[in-house]
């Protein structure tokens, strides 16, 4: 399937790449203006208009690395989940490793090795 495209009268064509910003954004209960109001590109100045957010998610309007960025940290994910993950249909599985990343390693592998088989 071919990505949409954007293109405007004085504008190189560009293509609007594949993200998962509305899912994220509804899996953390958050409507458009309220993670616009969470984006800004420095304290208190607002990086982007819930109306921009909005075209961003049904692929009228591409979307920045600023923007990528900034709608990560408001929705407590990674630039990569926007990009590649739907937390509707790993949400429990992203938010678990997530908190796995933050540990050793080793202990967390001692720990799931120690639990007992379902089978069991």
């Known amino acids: 399937m071919n990505k949409p495209l954007l ?52 692929f009228k309007q591409p979307y920045s690395q600023e923007i990528l960025e900034a709608a990560a940290i408001a929705l407590n994910c990674s630039v990569h989940d926007i990009l590649e993950v739907d937390p509707t249909k790993e949400g429990e599985v992203v938010d678990l490793m997530r908190l796995l990343k933050r540990k050793d390693l080793a202990t967390v592998r001692a720990i799931i090795e120690g639990l007992p088989d379902k089978t069991a």
């Open 7 to 58: 293109y405007a009268p004085g504008m190189t064509e560009r293509h609007l790449g594949k993200h998962y910003l509305r899912q994220w954004r509804e899996y953390r209960g958050l409507s458009l203006r309220a993670l616009a109001d969470r984006m800004e590109s420095e304290p208190g100045v607002p990086l982007t208009s819930h109306a921009n957010l909005g075209r961003i998610e049904t």
